[in-house]
């Protein structure tokens, strides 16, 4: 085997390995114009995309195999397009989540709690962690083809990015945009953390219903109530009733008196009670529920926390202290019930919150938490994208954003954890507040030394807000933020277009006074087969490092790829992932057959350098696969400025699977046998190759670029080695093919090649049907009187392509009908078929008389649509199309009749 010979088989395991090797190592995920060189060019236009950073534990799931796929096609496609792209890979510190874990594994391996362990002893271990476990998803990602520039790799918790936390703190504070303060928050009592509105999932739960009596105070009068959550009637501070509601008035202004407490609250009149709904009266618990927090609001009513951050029952509990919130329930009812407070229990539907990270029943509770202000980053966000300067693909996302931004509350920054980005704000015993962007040695109001700083770290999206600029080195003004800011599309899943996407928005526009992106992909969640959402309960979920190892990471890629549209979600299944690996199988037998070709060359035959000025005209399928190969072109280019990828690939695929592999390179096989001819098909062969491969690339980078390796050495060292000379030494950096416009003679050498096509695919068809074995050859008389010459021309061909015996192959403009003959139509053409030598030849008057009613279908069609409207209104072209197209369907249906006859 020579140098310019593809193996038989793709061995996808040792090509992807050393093709990533000698990317990485050649520089070429770099940018090409770096502002860190001499050589630096300001004019030059970048293409960026600062990552959506992994949780930096994480192990590779789909949606990581989904994100990096999309967004290596679209900085691989601008690489080739000549910008300097820059692709900013890292990771996210994921607070709740690499906490979790870390924790999980003092109490498995060291039977310890991190309190036991103290915090900064807690830390250093999570750090450990972070060191051992971290770079895992980064070498997955490698392992899908991401072609990021590593050397740029960021951390969320690294030097630089926590500076810029600091600074974007402290820049909000100082403008009275943060604040410290009581507020209703979501807590999850096993991660004794406060979590965002956007953290809590409701689902629909089947639950009780406690029916219970609220005795007015000096009387035997009661108020019915009823709960979901008896245990925080403990917590209760009011009554409250409908000012118009009959039953009740007579209450408004009394007191009521707490069960088992005994603590007397007021019974007051609100509007958003609603009479029709339970008993019509509400028990008011300001510390634990959302509504009832804005009912004690506007009537001053005290509130009252009577649960901790484990939801266990604190001091305002009374006896019950100290018990978890589902044992008070139980205990308290059944007091209550000895007490005769009791009227009924019963089952009840609702909707109950739980935490989107551990599952468990999430705490409404007040506490002392830090907040953003966010009415005026709000409003800049959604300026922004209403004034076009940020574009959301697809656009019916706009709608949903613009919903949320309208109707968003103050954003709780504060968690109780211990892993992330410290509050950076310091305490006096005074109660002093110290906000620096150094750590400060006393208290800036009155100078005592005694300071501590806030336990408290921010959530963990304050500091993935400011990804795009925080990883390009702001505050400081460095070369990197200068010219690769802002950046340009930013590619994510549509779950966290508010959780992540809106924060860039809101933070970019906030400190560095533009969007940090002109653009948002958002994709959809990948689903199994038959559309169901991926779980490890379900055991459906697929893994792609499995995948990968066994079929190839092009294959695992380009399904998820061509199967995607922007904002859909996507159904895979690993028979779509084999079917493309076959597809991957495909190209390499092309490449095979195209890089022998090349070797059949000799030098001499045509002169090195020589740029084919003596060879023959191309012939019609030379014609043919270039005239369909710029109408991909254009096709692709067209789907990527529009965001259509998983179409652009769908028709680089059936380019490459059918109008080269199975049509060009047969046809070229033929074409070869010619001496005369053998050099142009080469040619053609090479150039069409090449720059579908180009097309390709994005899609599936490993295969591409090691079949055009070889391709590139064959003509180098071939007479056809100036058709290479140009080509940079490796693909990923090779130009991306240009659009052009047709020049005039393409669609009447498409509209001839379809039909030799046609006679083929009929010719085909109909052995099938009659299970002639391929060996058998049968005679073909061609019957036409337009096409002679073109059936003439190409008698060999067909002969080959359709099995057909060439020596009783004949074109002829008559043709008596024989008895052993099966007769085909293709557009004004018969086709007659000898089947003498063909035992148990069917009857084919079925298949006429299929064809005959398929030709009526179509003369119906046409004719009512050529009776309408349409005739008057539509372009003249067009409906001339139209006729045309009737007249032929008419002289099929008339050939097929006769052929009945």
């Known amino acids: ?171 909000l504070y100082e403008k009275g945009l943060i604040y410290r303060g009581p507020r209703l928050i979501n807590c999850s009592p096993g991660l004794k953390t406060a979590v965002s509105d956007l953290e809590v999932e409701y689902t629909e739960e089947q639950a009780t219903l406690y029916y219970f009596k609220y005795m007015i105070a000096g009387s035997d009068e ?187 509350k103050d954003w709780c920054i504060s968690r109780q954890l211990w892993w992330g980005h410290r509050i950076p704000v310091w305490y006096c015993p005074d109660g002093h507040m110290t906000c620096t962007r150094e750590d400060p040695t006393e208290c800036s109001t009155c100078g005592s030394k005694d300071i501590h700083q806030d336990d408290d770290v921010l959530d963990t999206w304050f500091s993935s807000g400011l990804w795009p600029f925080s990883t390009l080195g702001w505050p400081e003004q460095t070369p990197d933020l200068k010219y690769f800011y802002p950046t340009s599309y930013m590619e994510t899943g549509y779950d966290i277009l508010f959780f992540w996407v809106a924060r860039m928005i809101m933070s970019g526009l906030e400190f560095t006074g533009v969007a940090p992106f002109h653009t948002v992909y958002l994709h959809g969640l990948v689903r199994d087969e038959h559309g169901h959402k991926m779980s490890k309960t379900k055991g459906n979920v697929i893994d792609p490092l499995i995948v990968m190892n066994e079929l190839g990471t092009d294959a695992l890629r380009f399904t998820l790829l061509v199967g995607s549209t922007p904002g859909n979600d996507t159904s895979i299944g690993v028979k779509k992932v084999e079917a493309n690996r076959n597809f991957a199988n495909k190209i390499w037998n092309a490449g095979r057959f195209v890089i022998s070709a090349i070797g059949t060359l000799e030098n001499g035959k045509l002169g090195i350098g020589d740029k084919s000025t003596n060879l023959p005209s191309y012939t019609l399928a030379d014609s043919w696969i270039w005239a369909k190969l710029q109408t991909l072109i254009r096709n692709v280019e067209r789907q990527f400025q529009n965001f259509q990828y998983g179409q652009a690939g769908q028709e680089i695929y059936e380019f490459l699977w059918s109008d080269f592999a199975d049509w060009y390179v047969e046809i070229a096989k033929e074409q070869m046998k010619n001496e005369e001819r053998r050099m142009r098909t080469v040619e053609t062969l090479a150039r069409v190759f090449d720059i579908a491969l180009r097309l390709l690339h994005p899609f599936t980078p490993f295969i591409t670029e090691e079949v055009w390796g070889h391709l590139r050495n064959a003509l180098l060292d071939s007479p056809l080695s100036h058709l290479a000379s140009d080509w940079p030494e490796m693909l990923i950096v090779a130009r991306f093919p240009e659009p052009r416009e047709p020049e005039g003679w393409e669609e009447g050498k498409i509209a001839e090649f379809t039909i030799l096509q046609e006679s083929i695919r009929a010719i085909r068809n109909l052995r099938a049907e009659k299970s002639i074995k391929p060996s058998n050859k049968i005679g073909a008389t061609f019957v036409t009187q337009e096409y002679v010459n073109l059936y003439k021309e190409y008698l060999p061909i067909i002969s080959t392509l359709s099995s057909t015996d060439l020596n009783q192959t004949f074109v002829e403009m008559e043709y008596k009908v024989s008895k052993a003959v099966a007769s085909l139509v293709v557009g004004s053409t018969e086709i007659y078929l000898d089947l003498s030598n063909v035992e148990n030849a069917k009857e084919d008057k079925s298949r006429l008389e299929k064809e005959l009613k398929e030709a009526q279908s179509h003369i119906e069609r046409l004719e009512k649509l050529l009776s309408s409207d349409f005739a008057n209104k539509a372009p003249a072209a067009l409906v001339a199309k139209e006729r045309e197209k009737l007249e032929g369907y008419k002289d099929t249906a008339e050939k097929i009749k006769a052929q009945l006859k």
């Open 222 to 408: 009661f108020i019915p109530v009823a709960t979901i959550r008896p245990e925080t009637i403990l917590g209760d501070t009011a009554v409250a009733v409908h000012p118009d509601d009959e039953r009740y008035k007579k209450f408004i202004g009394r007191k009521a008196v707490v069960p088992i407490l005994g603590r007397e609250i007021p019974v007051i009149a609100d509007d958003y009670v609603s009479m029709e709904f339970g008993t019509g009266a509400l028990k008011i618990t300001p510390g634990h529920d959302p509504n009832d927090y804005a009912i004690a609001q506007r009537h001053n009513l005290p509130i009252i926390s009577m649960l901790d951050r484990e939801a266990k029952v604190n001091e305002n509990g009374g006896k019950y202290q100290g018990q978890d919130r589902i044992d008070a329930r139980k205990n308290l009812w059944a007091d209550m019930k000895a007490a005769g407070l009791v009227i009924k229990t019963e089952p009840y539907t609702t909707t109950i919150p739980r935490s989107q990270r551990g599952g468990e029943i999430v705490e409404p509770m007040i506490s002392e938490q830090w907040f953003v202000k966010i009415e005026s980053l709000a409003k800049a966000g959604l300026d922004a994208v209403r004034d076009g300067r940020i574009k959301i693909v697809p656009e019916r996302f706009e709608k949903t954003y613009f919903n949320w931004l309208d109707n968003i």
């Open 1 to 171: 085997m020579t140098k310019q010979e593809l193996p038989k088989a793709y061995d996808f395991k040792s090509t992807e390995s050393h093709i990533y090797e000698k990317w990485e190592k050649g520089g070429y995920f770099k940018p090409h114009n770096d502002p860190n060189k001499p050589d630096f060019d300001p004019t030059v236009k970048p293409f960026v995309i600062s990552i959506p950073p992994p949780n930096v534990t994480g192990e590779l799931h789909l949606g990581h195999a989904m994100f990096v796929s999309v967004e290596d096609l679209m900085i691989r496609y601008h690489r080739m397009k000549g910008f300097s792209t820059l692709w900013v890979p890292g990771s996210d510190h994921a607070g709740i989540a690499t906490q979790l874990m870390v924790e999980r594994d003092l109490l498995k391996t060291e039977e310890i709690t991190r309190e036991e362990l103290g915090r900064e002893k807690f830390i250093e271990r999570t750090w450990e962690w972070k060191r051992k476990y971290g770079g895992m998803i980064a070498n997955q990602i490698r392992r899908l083809g991401a072609s990021c520039d590593w050397d740029r790799e960021r951390f969320t918790l690294d030097e630089g990015l926590s500076r810029a936390v600091r600074e974007a703190f402290v820049r």
